[in-house]
């Protein structure tokens, strides 16, 4: 059992030919086929192989043909151009292929275009339109919208050259919140109070005494119990309620008093009683000589 096959090709020139091949030339997984097997059934035409451009139209079969051959498409050799557009739809006619109207109606364009520039032109009718200014605008319209296709092809496209990345978040599941008994919320209230006891500090008070006032303060003592201008025994200005920062207060006031010389002291006695006094005209001077002197030798 042997069948021949058809394989239709585009030769260089642009014309269509068909050969015959035998069966001895289909390979099989590298080997080859000497014949059909005999339980093999293999529709009619059904290893015919189509060797062709894939076009959207007869103006897209047109332009490729006027492409190919670089021919200006404002000076198309119409003659060629139809030879080689019936040879086109003679080959499909010829493989059982049904062809769409508009090629046919195409080819029936070009025959007319072609019988119309064989024919001769009279002097008086040398104004007449070319016959081809109908098809070259189509043509020009139809590669325009071509080329804005293929453009627009070229651009990014999504699910072609982008793909969009979804991320679904994983759900939330809700814990139920425990119940919380009484006894727990005192225990836990307890252990913040046992907390807080290991965090106590010392609170430091500021006292209100101030020099500048306790210093009036001895003063006005002095005025008030020696009227006379005697001694003021040194101990009879403290008062041991106000503690040892009264105390402190009390002794700085006294030895300030004394460095303005509003006051006096005096000792009768080594390690005897001390006592205050109003500042006699003495030591007065003796001060104003002393703070001469200190100023001198600072200058």
Known sequence: MSRDFSLVEEQQDGRIDSSPISIKDILIEGEQLDELPKDLYIPPDALKVILENTFEGPLDLLLYLIRRQNLDILNIEIAEITKQYMSYVEMMRSINLELAAEYLVMAAMLAEIKSRMLLPRHEEYEDEDDPRAELIRRLQEYEQFKQAAEDIGELPRLERDINLVEIAAPERSERPEPEVELQSLLIAFSDVLKRAELFNSHHIQREPLSIRERMTSVLDSLYSI?????????????????????????????????????????????????????????????????????????Q
């Open 226 to 298: 020696s009227e006379d201008g005697e001694f003021v025994e040194f101990s009879t200005l403290f008062d041991v309620k106000e503690g040892r920062l009264g105390v402190v207060i009390t002794l700085m006031a006294v030895l300030e008093l004394i460095k303005e010389m509003l006051i006096g002291i005096v000792q009768s006695e080594p390690y005897g009683e001390i006592y205050i006094c109003h500042p006699s005209e003495k030591i007065i001077e003796e001060r104003a000589i002393e703070r001469i002197d200190d100023m001198s030798e600072g």
